[in-house]
Each structure stands twice: as structure tokens, then as C-alpha cells.
């Protein structure tokens, strides 16, 4: 028997965790932001070093680091989210109310109102994508302009001023506990809650399954519209908290609170090597992607580099990215056809 | 039906029916599996052997009949169900997930848990490494499943039946794919399951095979149970005439054809990995037949031809010119027309008119000052529709709301339309009443006897042998005979198509190891 193996493909611990590491996106992804902030911080070094530099660099890719990670979760399903910008309007400018309607409400509160709300507007999203039938990409960009209409029509000529929230809930958009901000620090534990559950948890594995080949996971036996649906709250809950994060972190919430943000949370995950096809990448390349795509944004004004460039720059990423990972798959596939062959 | 020991039987089905809308796919179905036995399930394509089995696996549920597992009635409503019940199923493609290992891809819905819930993933990996140690495999149980060669795939299929510790094993065509040593390892496997008393069911084309490994053999035909045998019973002649079993009917309006020039001339004809070395020739009034079991690489073959698809190597000529690769349009101003294999995906625009259905390939030559208008449509659609006799009431009508035969119909009017001198049509008749099979058998006839090359591909051999003035067969990618009408049977093309008059090389080759 042991004379028909087939392919002695195990290698070493030390050999497996090097190549994984060399060949991750995560790793490679944070050395670019990493350069990217050396090499502002070295053109001016009130970037990192100034009085808020340490604290604006943590404090603000926290809101699209939110919404990145609820992205991750639905990407990996193969569906995508195009709604969670209208979610975060429309979930700041809720917050704004409660707190003019009954200004006493605890701040804690608030956050779990925000999140419950985020994942019933995301709920919507997943009914409709999994028993509408109809492609994700369809109805999330239906609801992208329902969720914000209806904000639109809610809010009407008026907007939430700082002053009509309390102060304990404002402080909270920039208070820093051992210099880490305390939005980044809620942004981060959801990033590892799900992280953890994405990795180690049945459910977490069976969304990479189903992106990876539906079919599959229906002769499997999963139970793929569960897993669909709770992807999409969670994508819903994640930016219903972004809303609050929102509200606390600017103050004021007016008409185009969130607007185009899903587009940075997809941009976000791509860069930080999700599949768009679904089946693989991981939370924290998105959590990466979400640091250096709003890094950069901040960075290029430092270096110097002009309006069109930055939007340029932040394109070629992207493109980059994607087309990286066509090459590379291809190459690999072309050499599995061509080993073949030869046998 | 055999069965002294019906008290082991793991599996029973008598009866089983399936249809799906106005088509039977399964009409009576009966099959009794027992313990530690393997028990072959063979017919031809169409014969209802893959609808039993995804029966059996909970992908559809029956109409009729009875479905006993392990002695219980059951009925099951999801592939879930089937599987907790004990049952396995290892399709002919195997149906992993990619991008997840191939530990994952074993475990997937019900991981080993450890503390708090959580997926132990070194108890997963020490599992998988003991289940491969026993099949005598050396798999990384890390690396992910995408790349792996089928024969390694299906390793992983078995791994996961085993695992499941299933009780009845289900293998659909398991060795299409698979070189001898790959062959031989797998039925090691699977007579060491069956000394354990599992049931296994194997389904194949390759006679060889069948009567190396099983013990009982059930033959299938057009849906309905014939015969069960002892292997030791029984021998290759005996089941292929059971097979094939009905004359070629009337429903084979063939008129001699009068065979012109030579039309279409395909030469040496490569794909990596799919089909190679592919050459024939198609004359004018001359119906070619393409035939081969599903996955033998015809329908391929013709996409490539038609320019739909890429090829490696080789060359395509039409009335004696070259014919550019991969350009549909060139193709189709040279003079082919293609019929695909499914008309709802590739060859309708369901939800249109039929006028612009039939229309749609002619449409430069209709649009006036580059506008095109329903009435030029309707003019040029009307005498198309008329010759083929598509029952709708009008014109107007959306594609979606036609029979399948109708459907056909106008697929074939819309490339009739550009007056071509090559068709190519893919599976003509699949899942059309037998009343307008005839008609669109009648059609080709005709068309053939206008001077047009018309190549047949059809995986109901019926259709094939009453249809075509030569019979090409195809087998894993390769042209394995070329039968003129007088002398096609249907026990020829069965074995070329299988390949079961010579025997599967069992040479053992040291270059399987090939993984990037």
C-alpha cells in the first residue's frame, strides 16, 4: 500500500510558519503602512510625533476599521455590503435624536441601541439577498439609497449639533486610555471577537466555505442561509456601531454622514487580501487595509502630493491588489495544468 | 430481484420514481445494497443512475417508491439528513471548498470541538493524518484542497466518508478521471471498507472495472430497473446488451445523405488537459456523430472548433480555409453555426421575443441606417418560424414561455437564418418530448440533405446510431474510433467510448507525484 502514495508534500513546523509568513497579505500590508507612516513622519515629524499625531493615527481608521470587518464577514460569503455607508448616517443621526429626545441616556446604552439597530437594517439586507434570490450587489445598492433616503427624509433641513449631545459622550469621540483612543480600543475588541470566532468557531468556517464553492456547501449540508443572513447582520451591526462611533467622534451629524464609506470598507478588505470571489482572507488584512487606506489619505497631503494623486494612489491600490492576485492565481494554476501534463 | 439476504441489506429502493416537471428522469428505480458487498450500479447516460443516487444522497426527494436504509423507512429532506443517517456520497466531480485545507475540507459542519467550543484544530490534523495513514496516502492535511490532482480529491472524499464512519458508501464514476496506479489504490481502499461490512455502491462505464471490483452488478435503461446479477454470473456481453437493449426506432427519420466536398477539417486539435490530438472531417450533407460518455471532452471539442474556446495547438479549416481560433464572429461569417448543449444558459435570450431570438444572429444584415426595428425582425424571423413549425401564438412571444422542444426549435431557426455551411449541434433532443425529438430529428435529415455538415453531438446513443452517417467516439479527450453507419452498434461505440476492448494500463508510472 505504502507504494502507491501519492504526494509527499508535508514539510517542516519552522519551513510552514516562514513560508505562511513571507507569502502573508496581513504582513505584507502592514510594511506598507509602516513605510508609508516612516517615510510621512520623516517629511514632517508632527505626523507621529506631533501633539496629536500618536492619537490621530489610532483614532482615525477606527470607524472604517468597524465597517471593514462586518465587510470581511459578508466578502467571505461572496455577497458584498454596499449599504453600511447609509447605515452609518442613518445610525449617528439616531443617536443624535435619543440624546435630544431623553439627553440622561447612558452612553453604554447607546452603543448597544446603535448596534441592535445597525443589525436589524443589516438583517433586512440578508432576508431580501437570501430569499429574494437576487445577487447582494443588487439589493445592497437599493438599500444603500433607501437606508439613506430615509435618513434624508428623517432629518430634513435639521442636523445633530454637538451641543445637543451630552459631554461625557462627545469626550468619548477623543479620550485616550494609555495613550490608545477609546473608539480604537471598541474597534479592535470587535475586530478580535470576530477575528477569534472567523477562525476558531464552526460557524466562522463555514462562511469561508460557502464563499469558497456555494454548491459545495449545499451537498455539505450547511446551512447556508443561516450563515448568509448572521453575516449580514453582523456587517449591519458593525456599522450601526460605526454610526455612534461617528456621532460621538465628529459632533455634529449632518446629510452626508457615512456617504461613500462602503466603497473604502470594500476598498479596505481587498487591500488587505479578501477575496472579492469570496472563500478566503481574514479580518485582520482588512483591519490592515483599513489603516493604510485612510493613513495614506492623510499621508499624501504631508508629502506634498495633490488632491487628483491621492485619489489616484488610493485607485492603484486597489487595482493593484486585485490584479495581483488574478496574476497569481493564474500562474499557480497554469503550473498545477502543466505538472499534470507531464505526468 | 436478488435478494436472499434481505434482512442485510443496508440499502433498499423499489420503485423509485423522479420527475422533474413534464420529464422522468426516473421511473422506476429498484436497488438493494448489503453489507459488505459492493454492488455495481452501470447504464447508459440518461439511464436514471445519477438521479437515484442523489435520491439517496437527500438532494431530491422522491416521487414514488420505497427507500429503505438500514432497515427503517426514511425520507430524506437535505444532504444533511442523509449524511447524519450514515450515508456518503462521492460525486463524479468532487464538490470541495478550495480555498480551505484539506483537514477543513474532511471536517467541514462537524469539526472536533475542544474547550468553549472551539474548532481543535490539532486533534482535526491528527485525524486526518490517521485516516491517511490508513488509506496509504502521504497528504499534507494542511495544504489546501485547491490544485489537487481528482485522484487526490476523491482521496479526500473518502477521508470524509470515513470519517463519517458511513454505513453506505456511494461512488459515482470514481475512476473517470484516474490513471491505473490511482485506480488500483482506490479499490484497495474500497474492498478494505467493504471487509469492514460497510455497503458500497459503484458506479462506472468501465467494464474492466465493474468486474474486477463488485460483487453484484444492477443494470439501469431510460429510468426503469432490468436486472440484477452476481458479478461471477455474468459477463460484459450479457450486460451491455442489457444495456443498450431497443432497437433503433423510427424515431430516426434518416434519409442516405449525399456526401459532398469536404466541409469542416479539424487537424491535431490540443488542449492542455482537455482534449488532444483531436482530427476529423465533416462533408457536405454528411451527419457526423459525436459520441462519448458525459465528460469525454465532445462538447469541448466543438467549442473550441466554433471559436468559443480557446485550443493549444492544431488547426481548424472551413471549405478549405482556416478558421482563426478563439473568434466566434469569424467562425460564424465563415459559414458555422452552433447549437449548444443548453439552450436556456448559452443559445436563448429567454426573457426576448422570439422573433428576436430567431433574429439575433442575422442582425447586421437587417438594421437599417443602423437601426433595427421589430417589423425587420418579424419579416425575417416569420419564414424560420413557419419551416420549423414553433408552436406560439405569435411571434411576439418571450422565449421563457415555450416548451423545450419549441425552445430548440428556434435556437436551431435563429442559426438557420444565417444560412450556414457547418452545424454543430450539442445534445439536440435533451429534454424534449419524444414526439418533437422526431420533429427535430426530421429537421437535421432534411438540412443534411440541402448539402449542410452537420456535426451530432448526442449522449443518447440511439440518437447517435439512428442519426449519423459516421460515428466518431470520443474517450478522455480522444477520438478512440471513427465507425461508418453500416457498422456503428451500439456494442462498438459502448466499448471505444469506455475503452473496455483493451485493458486499463495498470503500468505503475513514478511521475504521479506532480503537486505545485
Not at chain 1, 496574476?327 to 503550473?335: G, H, Q
Not at chain 2, 489537487?148 to 466518508?161: C, M, N, P, R, Y
Not at chain 2, 450556414?420 to 445534445?427: A, M, W
Request: net charge neutral; with cysteine.
Amino acid at each position: 500500500m505504502s507504494a502507491l502514495t501519492l504526494s509527499p508534500s508535508e514539510l517542516s513546523p519552522l519551513r510552514r510558519i516562514l513560508g505562511g509568513a513571507l507569502r502573508s497579505r496581513e504582513i505584507a500590508v502592514a510594511v506598507v503602512l509602516v513605510l508609508v507612516v516612516l517615510a510621512t513622519t520623516v517629511k514632517n515629524d508632527q505626523f507621529l510625533f506631533g501633539a496629536n499625531g500618536w492619537r490621530d493615527l489610532l483614532l482615525t481608521p477606527s470607524i472604517l476599521l468597524l465597517l471593514a470587518v462586518g465587510e470581511t464577514a459578508v466578502i467571505i460569503t461572496r455577497n458584498v455590503d454596499l449599504s453600511v455607508g447609509s447605515v452609518v448616517g442613518l445610525t449617528a443621526y439616531l443617536t443624535g435624536r435619543i440624546f435630544i429626545a431623553n439627553p440622561g441616556m447612558p452612553v453604554f446604552l447607546v452603543f448597544i441601541i446603535g448596534l441592535a439597530f445597525g443589525g436589524a437594517l443589516g438583517l433586512i439586507n440578508g432576508l431580501l439577498v437570501s430569499f429574494g434570490k437576487v445577487p447582494a450587489l443588487v439589493i445592497t445598492l437599493g438599500t444603500l439609497y433607501i437606508y439613506r433616503g430615509v435618513f434624508l427624509t428623517w432629518a430634513g433641513a435639521n442636523r445633530v449639533n454637538a451641543s445637543d449631545m451630552p459631554d461625557g459622550f462627545l469626550k468619548l469621540g477623543t479620550e485616550q486610555v494609555l495613550t490608545i483612543p477609546v473608539l480604537t480600543i471598541i474597534a479592535v475588541v470587535m475586530l478580535a471577537l470576530v477575528g477569534y470566532y472567523l477562525y476558531t468557531a464552526r460557524g466562522g468556517r463555514e462562511l469561508y466555505a460557502i464563499g469558497s464553492d456555494p454548491a459545495a456547501a449545499d451537498l455539505y449540508g450547511l446551512r447556508v442561509t443561516r450563515r448568509v443572513l448572521a453575516a449580514f447582520v453582523l456587517s449591519g451591526a458593525m456599522a450601526g456601531l460605526a454610526g455612534v462611533a461617528t456621532a460621538a467622534r465628529y459632533g455634529t451629524v449632518s446629510s452626508d454622514a457615512g456617504l461613500n464609506l462602503e466603497l473604502q470598507a470594500v476598498g479596505a478588505a481587498v487591500i488587505g487580501g479578501v477575496a472579492i470571489f469570496g472563500g478566503s482572507g481574514t479580518v485582520w488584512g482588512a483591519a490592515i487595509g483599513a489603516f493604510l487606506l485612510v493613513t495614506i489619505n492623510r499621508a499624501l497631503p504631508v508629502l506634498g502630493v495633490q488632491d487628483f494623486w491621492q485619489q489616484f494612489v488610493v485607485g492603484v491600490l486597489i487595482i493593484g491588489s486585485i490584479v495581483l492576485d488574478r496574476v497569481l492565481t493564474l500562474r499557480r494554476d497554469r503550473k498545477i495544468i502543466e505538472a499534470r501534463e507531464v505526468a | 430481484m436478488a435478494g436472499p439476504g434481505a434482512g442485510d441489506a443496508v440499502l433498499e429502493l423499489r420503485d423509485v420514481a423522479k420527475s422533474f416537471g413534464a420529464v422522468a428522469a426516473l421511473r422506476s428505480g429498484s436497488l438493494t445494497v448489503e453489507r459488505g458487498s459492493i454492488h455495481a450500479l452501470v447504464g447508459e447516460n440518461g439511464a436514471g443512475k445519477s438521479t437515484l443516487v442523489k435520491i439517496v444522497a437527500g438532494v431530491h426527494r422522491r416521487d414514488a417508491g420505497v427507500f429503505r436504509f438500514r432497515g427503517a423507512d426514511v425520507d430524506f429532506g437535505s444532504t444533511a439528513e442523509s449524511k447524519a443517517a450514515g450515508i456518503a456520497v462521492i460525486y463524479q466531480e468532487p464538490t470541495l471548498f478550495p480555498d480551505l485545507s484539506v483537514t477543513e475540507n474532511i471536517f467541514m459542519g462537524r469539526q472536533i470541538l475542544g474547550r468553549g467550543r472551539r474548532i481543535d484544530r490539532a486533534a482535526m490534523y491528527a485525524e486526518a493524518r490517521r485516516i491517511f495513514d490508513r488509506l496509504g496516502v502521504r497528504l499534507d492535511p494542511r495544504r489546501p484542497a485547491r490544485g489537487l490532482s481528482i485522484a487526490d480529491q476523491q482521496i479526500i472524499e473518502i477521508a470524509k466518508a470515513i470519517s463519517l464512519d458511513a454505513s453506505l458508501l456511494i461512488m459515482d464514476e470514481p475512476t473517470a478521471a484516474l490513471s491505473g496506479v490511482e485506480v488500483e489504490r482506490l479499490f484497495a481502499v474500497a474492498r478494505s471498507l467493504r471487509d469492514e461490512g460497510r455497503g458500497i455502491v459503484f458506479i462506472s462505464h468501465r467494464f474492466d472495472e465493474v468486474f474486477d471490483l463488485c460483487d453484484t452488478v444492477t443494470v439501469m435503461r431510460d429510468g426503469e430497473y432490468i436486472s440484477t446479477d452476481r458479478i461471477a454470473a455474468t459477463n460484459v456481453d450479457e450486460i451491455v446488451a442489457r444495456m443498450v437493449g431497443r432497437e433503433v426506432a423510427e424515431l430516426f427519420p434518416k434519409t442516405p445523405a449525399q456526401r459532398g466536398d469536404v466541409v469542416l477539417e479539424v487537424e491535431g486539435l490540443s488542449s492542455a488537459g482537455v482534449f488532444h490530438d483531436v482530427s476529423f472531417s465533416v462533408r457536405a450533407g454528411e451527419i457526423v456523430g459525436l459520441a462519448g460518455l458525459v465528460g469525454a471532452g465532445r462538447s469541448e471539442i466543438a467549442r473550441a472548433i466554433f471559436g468559443v474556446d480557446g485550443y493549444d495547438s492544431g488547426t481548424v479549416r472551413l471549405m478549405g480555409r482556416p478558421v482563426p481560433r478563439r473568434n466566434v464572429r469569424a467562425a460564424i461569417r465563415a459559414g458555422m453555426a452552433f447549437v449548444p448543449e443548453d439552450r436556456r444558459k448559452q443559445g436563448l435570450v429567454t426573457e426576448s421575443s422570439v422573433a428576436r431570438n430567431i433574429a439575433s444572429v442575422v442582425r447586421g444584415g437587417l438594421a437599417k441606417a443602423g437601426f433595427l426595428t421589430a417589423a425587420a425582425e418579424n419579416r425575417a424571423a416569420r419564414p424560420w418560424a413557419g419551416r420549423l413549425e414553433v408552436k406560439t401564438a405569435a411571434l411576439d412571444m418571450a422565449a421563457t414561455t415555450m416548451s423545450g422542444g419549441n425552445q430548440q426549435k428556434v435556437v436551431i431557426a435563429k442559426w438557420l437564418a444565417t444560412d450556414p455551411k457547418l452545424l454543430i449541434i450539442d445534445e439536440p433532443t435533451r429534454g424534449i418530448d419524444v414526439g418533437t425529438k422526431a420533429e427535430v430529428h426530421r429537421l437535421l435529415s432534411d438540412l443534411a440533405g440541402q448539402g449542410v455538415a452537420i456535426l451530432l453531438i448526442s449522449s443518447e446513443l440511439p440518437e447517435v446510431l439512428g442519426m449519423a452517417d459516421r460515428v466518431l467516439v470520443v474517450c478522455e479527450g480522444e477520438i478512440t474510433a471513427d465507425i461508418e453507419r453500416a457498422e456503428a452498434t451500439p456494442e462498438k461505440v459502448m466499448h471505444a467510448a469506455t475503452r473496455s476492448a483493451r485493458p486499463v494500463d495498470i503500468v505503475p508510472t513514478e511521475s504521479e507525484e506532480v503537486h505545485a
